[in-house]
C-alpha cells in the first residue's frame, strides 16, 4: 500500500482530504468534542526519520539540541537540529528505542530537508539515516484518557503502572510487524506501523470507542499545549528559544557541543532572546500559512511570525513568535490582511529558568 492507496482507504471510510490531511463529518467531529471521546486520527502531515546503528546515540547527542544519553530506553523527548549559527533546520519528537535505534516523528515536507543536513554530519558514525515517511505509517489517540485508552485497545499494559505516560513509547507486535505507540502529550498518542498493516488497524481501532477525528483537532490540542511544530517554509527561521523548546524538554545546557551550541547557550545565558512563542487567536478565514510575517497595526513593522495554525470553527488558534517588547507594550499586532491578534495564556510557564534546576 501507497500513500494515494491510504487515501483511498480512508476515501471509503467517509474522509475528505484538504492539504493531505483527512477530515471526517462535521457532525461526528462535534459530537466527539461535546462528549469529549477518544479520537482515531489520521496523520499523514506526518513523517518519520529512521536512525540506526551502534554509533546512533553517539552521533545525534553530538547533533542535537535535547539530551538523548539520559534519556531512557523507551521514551521520547522533544528536540531540533541546528546550523552552525543555531538556526533550526528540524524540530521534533525524538524516540528512544535503545541506543542503537531512533526515530526522529516531524512534518512529512521536513523529513527530507532534516535527511539531508543530518546526513553531512554522519559519515563518519556507524549509523544509517533513513526517510520512512513514506514506509511507515502514523495514527493517532486523543481525548482525555488518551494513554489509557491506547494501553488497553493494543494490549500494551499488563497492569495499570505500564500505562502509556507522556514521554513514554511501547513496541508492539501487529500481524508479526513490530509496531510503536508514544505518548506525546497528555492527551495525543501517536501510533507507527508499516503503512502496509495501518488499515487493518485502524478497521481494528475504529470498532472500539473511537470515533474518527479530523486531523484539524489533532493540531488543535498541539497548540493549546503550547507545543511547537517546524515546517519547511520555516527551516532555519527560528533559534530554540523562540520556540520555547528550553522550557519544554527540548533543550539541554549540561550536555556537551552539538551542532549550533554555542549560539544557543550564550542566548540563554545572557538572556539575549527577544522573540518567543506565543499562544493566539484570530478571526476565522484564510488559514494563515507558517512562517507568514506578524505586524503592530500602528507604522506595519513586522514582528513575528506564524508557526502553527489550525480552524476552529468560528475562529483560528495558532502559535506564533512575538516580539517580547512589543506584547508587554500591549501593542496591536496583525497579520498583513489586517485579521487582529488575540492573545491568549499558554499552558507553562515560557519565562521559566531551565538554569535555575
Known sequence: MDQQQWQDFLTGMGAQWKNGAARFTESAHNVEL?????????????????????????????????????????????????????????????????????????????????????????????????????????LGFSGREAGTSASNLLSLAHHSSDDLTPGKLATFDHNGHRAIAVMLQERQVAIGLPIDQAADLWQKLAEKPATPG????????????????????????????????????????????????????????????????????????????????????????????LVLACEGGSTIDMLAVLTNRKVADGETLQLADGRVLELLELPYDAEADPLAN
Open 34 to 138: 461535546q462528549q469529549g471521546e477518544l479520537q482515531l486520527v489520521d496523520l499523514s502531515p506526518l513523517g518519520a526519520i529512521s536512525v540506526t546503528g551502534p554509533d546512533s546515540q553517539k552521533f545525534l547527542q553530538g547533533q542535537l539540541t535535547c539530551d538523548l544519553v539520559n534519556l531512557p530506553d523507551g521514551h521520547s523527548t522533544l528536540g531540533s537540529h541546528c546550523n552552525p549559527k543555531g538556526r533550526m533546520i528540524s524540530a521534533f519528537q525524538a524516540l528512544k528505542i535503545d541506543q542503537s535505534e531512533f526515530i526522529l516523528l516531524l512534518p512529512r515536507d521536513l523529513a527530507p530537508i532534516a535527511l539531508a543536513a543530518l546526513k553531512k554530519y554522519a559519515v563518519f558514525f556507524k549509523t544509517e539515516l533513513t526517510d520512512i515517511s513514506d514506509t511507515y505509517h502514523w
Open 214 to 305: 479530523n486531523y484539524s483537532h489533532w493540531v488543535q490540542q498541539q497548540i493549546d499545549a503550547g507545543i511547537p511544530q517546524l515546517y519547511a517554509a520555516t527551516s532555519e527561521m527560528f533559534i530554540p528559544q523562540m520556540l520555547n523548546l528550553q522550557v519544554l524538554g527540548g533543550v539541554n545546557f549540561k550536555k556537551g557541543c552539538y551542532t549550533g551550541q554555542e549560539v544557543v547557550a550564550r542566548m540563554q545565558y545572557l538572556g539575549a532572546a527577544k522573540r518567543r512563542l506565543y499562544r493566539a487567536r484570530i478571526d476565522n478565514g484564510e488559514l494563515p500559512a507558517p512562517g507568514d510575517e506578524i505586524f503592530t497595526a500602528t507604522g506595519g513593522s513586522s514582528v513575528g511570525n
